[in-house]
DNA sequence: CTTTACAAGTGTATTTTTTACACTCATGAA
DNA sequence: TTCATGAGTGTAAAAAATACACTTGTAAAG
């Protein structure tokens, strides 16, 4: 049943960023491409945006389809319209970044068919299409956002350490911080709860275990609060 | 000559969300719609991508047809597609906020046909569409940026004083600021250039003009440098 | 000529925040 | 018992943010 208009119209789909982090290092998840163009390239996962959803939905749908995540923090993060960057046709791409635990996750994809895995964000190989500058764009974002919001959570298990919490913050600002202000600063923002438990692995101290009190930090937003680190 | 899918596309608009600052207040440019839907009803400026331009052209491009503004500062604010944002059939609009001089372009709208007027920014009427809900988002996106990010400067003539400047991020804000302190901050960025010229009106003593140094900030930005008022 | 009204312009002391910095502690493995 | 390893902790100095009130220069009014 075809479609006709009385102009051209764009085809549109959505990409999305996937924000890991892992062996103290952030992590982007790409697929292999297995068609054309662009076939055996790695890619950010995406896809059409169908007639009858929203875009945030193609966007949970199509990682639920290419990567198997579900229950991830996603956020649209910028509309790419170039006239030539899908050399078949006109093609609009919303792109979302979307942070995920990787701990919780299967290890690298749960994945229908298409290869997947997980590279750091800053060595990936040539992507497909303008996902490289997509790619640059969604880094930008995500170090200038991680500041003055508690979106680092997202990447840590449920309940981590602070050390663990401080290798996060170090890994995507790129830069080495002092333990002792970097704890003081975070404790200070009274946003984590002390969790009757430590790590128990290791041949060291263990570490105290928290967790992000979300509850706490969306009662404060409310009043004006702006989380800042 | 019509075009043919295999399955349905949706229609792709840009909407701007033009602000001024004007009478010490912010102001937003709306236009009054000559047809349906929502005839009459005041809607920001926009209108359709077409194929062979890019999304930032098309913002441009409509900007000057149903304003006849031109050289603002332009950027993409955020995609909306929901479902049925417009009752006819689907249509996604990327908007785009833009930043102007009040005074130095033509008092109101140089307009083609509709009528355009501008209205304070927290008082506007029933607005078309959900351009109520991307004028709500783009006052967010001000605010926020104003401050780590010189832009106020796109809202003020070229030649300022630094009251006028106070007074424009005491609207943004919606706070008073005090005096001293502000200029304190504002002239140890050392990004303003005091002019040989003084405002001359008013009985009153007059005032030193100033001037944002455009190429120092810049030089400053690419060493990492991050403005911050 | 003098007075008046009005926004422009200016400095310091106090408080808060940020920074720099080095050792002891708890654990499991050797 | 010793060793290796990351966990955990406090203080002093510097920098930044804040609070705060009077004098100045001009044109208009008297």
Redo the contacts between chains.
């Keep these: 049943m075809?479609?006709?208009?009385?102009?051209?119209?764009?085809?549109?789909t959505v990409d999305c960023v996937v924000f890991g982090f892992d062996e103290g290092a952030l992590k982007v998840l790409l697929i292999r491409r297995g068609i054309e163009p662009f076939q055996n390239h790695w890619a950010l996962p995406g896809g059409?945006?169908r007639?009858?959803?929203?875009?945030?939905a193609a966007a949970l749908r199509e990682l639920q389809e290419e990567t198997g995540l579900h229950e991830v923090y996603l956020e649209?993060l910028?509309?790419f319209?170039?006239?030539h960057r899908d050399p078949r046709e006109?093609v609009?791409s919303?792109a979302y970044f979307a942070l995920v635990r990787r701990a919780d996750h299967a290890p690298a994809a749960a994945t229908d068919a298409a290869e997947a895995a997980w590279f750091e964000a800053e060595k990936v190989p040539a992507l497909a299409f303008d996902h490289a500058n997509i790619l640059k764009t969604a880094l930008e974002r995500l170090r200038g956002k991680i500041r003055w919001q508690p979106v680092g959570f997202e990447l840590l298990p449920k309940k981590f350490t602070l050390s663990q919490f401080q290798a996060l913050y170090e890994a995507i600002l790129g830069r080495e911080l002092d333990k002792r202000n970097f704890r003081k600063k975070l404790l200070a923002l009274d946003l984590l709860v002390a969790l009757e438990e430590t790590t128990t692995a290791a041949s060291r101290r263990p570490a105290q275990l928290f967790r992000f009190d979300q509850r706490k930090y969306q009662a404060l937003t409310r009043k004006g609060f702006i989380f800042d680190l």
Tied chains: 1, 2.
């Design positions: 075809p479609f006709t208009y009385l102009y051209p119209r764009a085809a549109l059409f945006v007639p009858d959803e929203t875009l945030d649209q910028y509309t319209g170039e006239i006109r609009i919303v």
